[in-house]
């Protein structure tokens, strides 16, 4: 019990946040000076990456549930943590079911088709 007072803790959060945006500054610079497929293998495609986001996302579902976010007086704040569980839980289902392409469209054309 005492384990799952402190995942749903906004001071576990506030590590998560932390941990999270340095994640993505490395992830940056990593970017910046050897390209896209660097910072994706050693950064995005990895299992810490996505353990910190699961992490995210089970900790600001026990703060709705912990804190009773679901009360008609905290609404804003209900909506405030869905939003960023929403936003998550796309960027978990645009990783495992969709797909990178590129489409070439010229001026005043259209084009239906896609390259992957």
Excluded: C
């Excluded at 939003?83 to 990178?100: K, L, N, S």
Aim: glycine fraction near 8%.
């Amino acid at each position: 019990m005492k384990y799952l007072k402190f995942l749903f803790s906004p001071a576990f959060m506030g590590i998560l946040f932390i941990l999270f945006a340095l994640s993505m500054a490395v992830a940056t610079f990593i970017e910046n000076d050897f390209g896209s497929a660097a910072a994706y293998g050693m950064v995005y495609d990895t299992k810490w990456f996505e353990l910190i986001l699961l992490l995210l996302v089970a900790n600001l579902t026990g703060q709705i549930f912990e804190y009773k976010l679901y009360r008609k007086e905290k609404l804003t704040v209900l909506f405030f943590h869905l939003a960023f569980v929403i936003m998550i839980i796309g960027a978990g289902i645009t990783r495992y079911f969709g797909y990178e392409g590129s489409i070439h469209i010229r001026e005043g054309n259209e084009e239906n088709r896609s390259f992957s």
